[in-house]
Nanobody
Framework: VQLQASGGGLVQPGGSLRLSCAAS????????MGWYRQAPGKRRELVAS???????NYADSVTGRFTISGDVSKNTVYLQMNSLKSEDTAVYYC?????????WGQGTQVTVSS
């Protein structure tokens, strides 16, 4: 299974970015897909996730600013990030879960700086 994430970059505070993730090579439908992030010196944390039924979950720090969308049954999710803050700077990883298996993408850097 391969997860390809894209869309990161450098943006000014208050700006927006959209991340995309597409999974390939899976013989099974994922239970959920989502986005995690890891800032330097910090643990990887959940940003947002979506189940195969369309349910969503967000970290408190991004609620109201980030929106996850896509179709887990089609192995594709997006993360629309608005009103970005410097503390959102991190490497963002796409994740997909099938039963007890968890798959990760290579990560895409998001830098919020003026």
């Amino acid at each position: 299974v391969q997860l390809q994430a894209s869309g990161g970059g450098l943006v000014q505070p208050g700006g927006s970015l959209r991340l995309s993730c597409a999974a390939s090579g899976s013989r099974y439908r994922f239970n959920a897909m989502g986005w995690y992030r890891q800032a330097p010196g910090k643990r990887r944390e959940l940003v947002a996730s979506m189940t195969s039924g369309g349910g969503t979950n967000y970290a408190d720090s991004v609620t109201g600013r980030f929106t996850i969308s896509g179709d887990v049954s089609k192995n594709t999710v997006y993360l629309q990030m608005n009103s970005l803050k410097s503390e959102d700077t991190a490497v963002y990883y796409c994740n997909a879960d099938y039963l007890s298996y968890s798959y990760w993408g290579q990560g895409t850097q998001v830098t919020v700086s003026s």
